[in-house]
């Protein structure tokens, strides 16, 4: 069946170091991984996503990297602000029911000033 | 733009009751999707609606239902709450005309039930 696995479930990192988070999908249809960032309070928030036919995305200090072969995508952020305190989701779809988006379990991100 | 809105933010209902929640997606969006998000089973897909239809669903039991108007607003009832429906209920708006368009969340509406 369609799973996401999500590690690790808790990350704290001082200011300025990178985070590092994992996603494992289950579905080899899946071919759409977006990322979410949700906010105490407040619903997800997109903050990077990819597609299968790319192997890496950059935007700013945030970079997604996505190994098709062995099912697993990777969420990178650089040069850590405490404002990048949060949980952080990733999503699996397929193409023929796109619009139902896989959750990983999450990772509550602590940066430490 | 106004974002995607959810009424009520806050609802307390008991057991065996019924609820409806209601969704607001952004101006132009003609595709609702509805989510639960327990801290135990995390966010799970309950149903996409796109042009008053389903178009997906998810595996939840059929208590839980949904529906979408013509102006795209979507609203889903619970049926004979049960305490594990305790949850925040998010709906997502996307455009709905390409695949793999980027989903936008609501604030959520949380549920309590007693």
């Known amino acids: 069946g369609e799973n996401v696995e999500q590690h690790p479930s808790t990350l704290s990192v001082q200011e300025g170091d990178s985070a590092v988070i994992k996603c494992t999908y289950s579905d080899s249809a899946s071919n759409y991984f977006p990322w979410y960032k949700q906010e105490l309070g407040k619903g997800p928030q997109l903050i990077i996503d990819?597609?299968?036919?790319?192997g890496e995305k950059k935007d700013q200090r945030i970079a997604v990297t996505l190994n098709k072969t062995a099912k697993h995508f990777s969420l990178h952020i650089t040069e850590t602000q405490p404002e990048d305190s949060a949980v952080y989701f990733c999503a699996a779809s397929r193409m023929d029911s796109s619009y139902k988006l896989i959750f990983g379990s999450g990772t509550r991100l602590l940066v430490r000033p | 733009k106004a974002g995607v809105t959810q009424t009520p933010r806050y609802l307390i209902k008991t057991r065996g009751q019924q609820v409806t929640l209601s969704c607001s997606p952004i101006?132009?969006?003609?595709?609702v999707s509805w989510y639960q998000q327990t801290p135990g089973q995390g966010l799970q897909f309950l149903f996409e609606y796109f042009s008053e239809t389903q178009r997906n669903k998810g595996n939840f039991p059929g208590r839980f239902s949904g529906r979408q108007f013509s102006n795209s607003r979507s609203e889903m009832n619970v049926s004979t709450l049960e305490l594990g429906d305790s949850a925040l209920y998010l709906c997502a708006s996307s455009p709905g005309t390409a695949r793999q368009e980027t989903q936008y969340f609501g604030p959520g509406t949380r549920l309590l039930v007693l």
């Open positions: 990819i597609r299968s036919n790319v």
């Open positions: 101006s132009g969006h003609r595709s």
